[in-house]
């Protein structure tokens, strides 16, 4: 059995936690895949990359009602697709190359899995032991159990992106964010788009007002079929895909559609399953979440186990880039100062939805605190303020955005903000900082000067309309 002072499974965010206090530790990495993780190669990155030009585009043929004539000649997919992966793939082999040069860090490229308490196996049968294990190997796919799934031109997020030619058209299953921002590349770059959802809610994690205006800018801009679950594929013999669906509304009768691919977005799985952690008596939940605790300490029995931490999608049920490398920042702390721990504040975890209309949100939707204030005795106010209230607004003609924000009636202080429109995943960011740091609504729009007329007046006016008491 080979020994090492630290093993990390994974190599996106848990190849962060070293730092200068790592130099004297011999440490193993475990990373059977790309090196980098799920969101340099796969996930926020690259998606990112393609959401860009595809918003360009988007707003190219959405400006006439501004009086500017424009259009989408044409999109060269293959320079796009090759202008992002070849920066991507370029550093995802550097982080590979730079911790293989390392004297203290082993790369171990194979799958591992628990044979006992600390020990790890590799696929090859070595079994390799640390008093330290952080667990960070993320999440995968997850497809839908039907016939046809595995046929050529059925994708994930994981091939989807390195397709060799922009489909003509295309059928995306699901109604979450991946589903969501894939829907508006697709749309956007120029290919005939149908979404299938199996309930009437797109983005059912957000707030109702915000999932509604969604659903509403969706169905202008492509084939929105809600009710709808997939339940087979078949190839035409021309290699297209045809995919069925039941109707989940008797209303409704069974859906067929035929596009050149299929993506498969009905979500993701954590990869505990993969570690057998039954060997170690890890305690996992019915999600497949491994459990930790507020110091990211994997639990046994309700106990957390010296030595064993967990970050990422393996233990996080958010699924976010930033949570992770939060997760990672406890840990990497944590591990070499262990009479010092330090927790993981999740108390307000913001996302964003680089779909069109772009969507942003932090905190409860409004079902859940008007629960939340009948629980603590308190009421809440809700302000929902148009983006096209606002002067930048009206430059825009936007007849789209709103700015949702909820506060404790009590106290002023901001419970959820949800936007959908323009930059709101920057329009978001100082309500994170409010929330995080505890300043009041009243205090946030009267404490400090807002441009005019720059857009983000719109959260300004959303915070003087909530009904909270005023500090002076």
Request: overall charge negative; glycine content about 8%; proline content about 4%.
């Amino acid at each position: 059995m080979r020994e090492f002072d630290l093993i990390i499974v994974g190599s996106g965010s848990g190849n962060s936690i070293l730092t200068e206090e790592y130099h004297n530790l011999d440490v193993a990495i475990v990373e059977p895949g790309t090196f980098g993780g799920t969101c340099l190669n796969v996930g926020c990155i690259p998606t990112k990359m393609y959401v860009y030009p595809a918003t360009v585009a988007r707003e190219a043929l959405d400006a006439s009602r501004l009086g500017v004539h424009a259009s989408r000649d044409s999109v060269d997919w293959q320079a796009m697709r090759d202008r992002i992966f070849s920066r991507i793939d370029a550093i995802a082999n550097g982080g590979l190359t730079y911790r293989k040069s390392l004297d203290n860090v082993t790369v171990i490229q194979e799958y591992v899995h628990f044979v006992a308490p600390k020990v790890l196996e590799t696929e090859s049968g070595e079994q390799i032991t640390a008093p330290q294990i952080v667990l960070a190997n993320g999440s995968r796919v997850q497809f839908p159990d039907v016939p046809g799934i595995d046929l050529p031109g059925v994708h994930t997020s994981d091939t989807v992106m390195r397709l060799d030619e922009l489909p003509e058209s295309i059928i995306v299953v699901g109604g979450g964010y991946i589903a969501a921002e894939f829907c508006h590349v697709f749309n956007g770059l120029g290919s005939k788009v149908t979404q299938l959802n199996r309930s009437e809610r797109l983005l059912r994690q957000h707030d109702h007002t915000i999932a509604e205006r969604f659903k509403r800018e969706a169905a202008l801009q492509w084939d929105l079929q809600l009710n709808r679950s997939i339940t087979g594929i078949e190839q035409t013999p021309d290699g297209k895909l045809t995919v069925t669906a039941a109707a989940s509304d008797e209303s409704l009768e069974t859906w067929e559609g035929t596009a050149d691919v299929v993506l498969v977005a009905t979500g993701r799985v954590p990869n505990s399953d993969t570690l057998n952690p039954e060997a170690a008596n890890l305690d996992v939940y019915d999600s497949g979440l491994l459990a930790v605790d507020e110091y990211q300490r994997v639990l046994s029995d309700d106990q957390p186990v010296e030595g064993l931490w967990a970050l990422g999608d393996i233990c996080s049920p958010y699924q976010l880039k930033h949570v992770a490398n939060a997760e990672a920042r406890t840990v990497s702390h944590n591990v070499v100062h262990p009479d010092d721990l330090r927790a993981t504040d999740h108390r307000f975890v913001p996302s964003a939805v680089f779909t069109e209309p772009q969507i942003a949100t932090v905190g409860m939707p409004e079902e859940q605190a008007r629960v939340w204030a009948e629980q603590n005795d308190t009421g809440i106010t809700v302000k929902e303020q148009n983006f096209g209230d606002v002067a930048y607004g009206w430059a825009m003609e936007d007849s789209v955005g709103i700015c949702k924000l909820i506060a404790d009636r009590k106290t002023g202080l901001l419970l959820g903000a949800h936007l959908i429109g323009k930059d709101s995943s920057n329009l978001i960011q100082p309500l994170i900082q409010a929330m995080s740091f505890g300043q009041t609504a009243h205090e946030m729009a009267r404490g400090q000067y807002w441009i005019h007329p720059a857009l983000a007046e719109v959260v300004e006016n959303a915070l003087l309309g909530l009904d909270v008491p005023e500090q002076r």
